[in-house]
Nanobody, 124 residues
């Protein structure tokens, strides 16, 4: 069982930066690939970024490639999402998720554990 808690969301203007954090309970964090998903009102949940267990392999959606960066610190049981050059279209609830696979997949159903979500709002 893994419990995930996100933090770091908020309201910012377009062009600003935010960093989301997701801290996991337990001592097996390094056994999970991690990912960030987001869901805007009226839209389906969307894969944003993922990172492998060891932090070496990362994946990004086309919409955030080059602007967002995912990283993890296994010693702190934490995964991060650095979001730069934010756009109003990035407004959504961002959730982290854990997958017991080695690599980060982009399908929500592949993830067994989810955080409660953190609201990110970008004003124009």
């Amino acid at each position: 069982q893994v419990q995930l808690v996100e933090s770091g969301g908020g309201l910012v203007q377009a062009g600003a930066s935010l960093r989301l954090s997701c801290t996991a309970s337990g001592r097996t964090f390094s056994r999970y690939a991690m990912a960030w998903f987001r869901q805007a009102p009226g839209k389906e949940r969307e894969f944003v970024a993922g990172i492998s267990r060891d932090g070496i392999i990362t994946r990004y959606s086309d919409s955030v490639q080059g602007r967002f960066a995912i990283s993890r610190d296994n010693a702190k049981n934490t995964v991060y999402l650095q979001m730069n050059s934010l756009e109003p279209e990035d407004t959504a609830v961002y959730s982290c998720a854990a997958n017991s696979a080695i690599l980060p997949y982009s399908i929500p159903n592949d993830y067994a554990y989810w955080g409660q979500g953190s609201q990110v709002t970008v004003s124009s």
